[in-house]
T-cell receptor
Framework: DTAVSQTPKYLVTQMGNDKSIKCEQNLGHDTMYWYKQDSKKFLKIMFSYNNKELIINETVPNRFSPKSPDKAHLNLHINSLELGDSAVYFC??????????????FGPGTRLLVL | RKEVEQDPGPFNVPEGATVAFNCTYSNSASQSFFWYRQDCRKEPKLLMSVYSSGNEDGRFTAQLNRASQYISLLIRDSKLSDSATYLCVVSGSARQLTFGSGTQLTVLP
């Protein structure tokens, strides 16, 4: 069983379109994250939710909107896609405790290409 | 200055070699330190946490020097399966990880 799953795995779309990426974790974790990995392989946090509440919101264009219907799901909706949005988007989850040594578990990634 | 800096490599080493990666971080308030491994076109996975006293897991040894804000990873007797990108990761709080850009390792037969 996949612990953190994302759909779709690949997404090719035109500039200006709106698209969503879904993420689900079956680990019983309280905290979920979205990361973006660009062409230079830098992995950067975008958002984090703890028990459906937004706790980290990095400097991300407001075209990106996360939605957490329950603590096992964190979806990412992107409006008006731009060429620079092309990247790999990783979802992750962690137990959500206060220990700073907590491990984050990543999904397989969604490869987004905007044409 | 980047928050977490790593030599991007690539490091190309023969099987059985010992290889060391270094990483520096800029935030002296950082609390936790990790090495993650990312295979080509795959997700990052935790390799090991890094403790102040240094720690070892089989062929892998991690060291932390808080005074110099420096983290290292040593891989002994490298295997072909060790080929991957190694990500230095620093955390200032329970939920915010800052990743380095990674060091690429290729172990050659």
């Amino acid at each position: 069983d996949t612990a953190v799953s994302q759909t779709p795995k690949y997404l090719v779309t035109q500039m200006g379109n709106d698209k969503s990426i879904k993420c689900e974790q079956n680990l019983g974790h309280d905290t979920m994250y979205w990361y973006k990995q660009d062409s230079k392989k830098f992995l950067k946090i975008m958002f984090s939710y703890n028990n459906k509440e937004l706790i980290i919101n990095e400097t991300v264009p407001n075209r990106f909107s996360p939605k957490s219907p329950d603590k096992a799901h964190l979806n990412l909706h992107i409006n008006s896609l731009e060429l620079g949005d092309s990247a790999v988007y990783f979802c992750a989850s962690s137990r959500g405790g206060t220990e700073s040594q907590e491990t984050q578990y990543f999904g397989p990634g969604t490869r987004l290409l905007v044409l | 200055r980047k928050e977490v800096e790593q030599d991007p490599g690539p490091f190309n080493v023969p099987e059985g070699a010992t290889v060391a990666f270094n990483c520096t971080y800029s935030n002296s308030a950082s609390q936790s330190f990790f090495w993650y491994r990312q295979d080509c076109r795959k997700e990052p996975k935790l390799l090991m946490s890094v403790y102040s006293s240094g720690n070892e897991d089989g062929r892998f040894t991690a060291q932390l020097n808080r005074a110099s804000q420096y983290i290292s990873l040593l891989i002994r007797d490298s295997k072909l399966s060790d080929s991957a990108t190694y990500l230095c990761v620093v955390s200032g709080s329970a939920r915010q990880l800052t990743f380095g850009s990674g060091t690429q390792l290729t172990v050659l037969p």
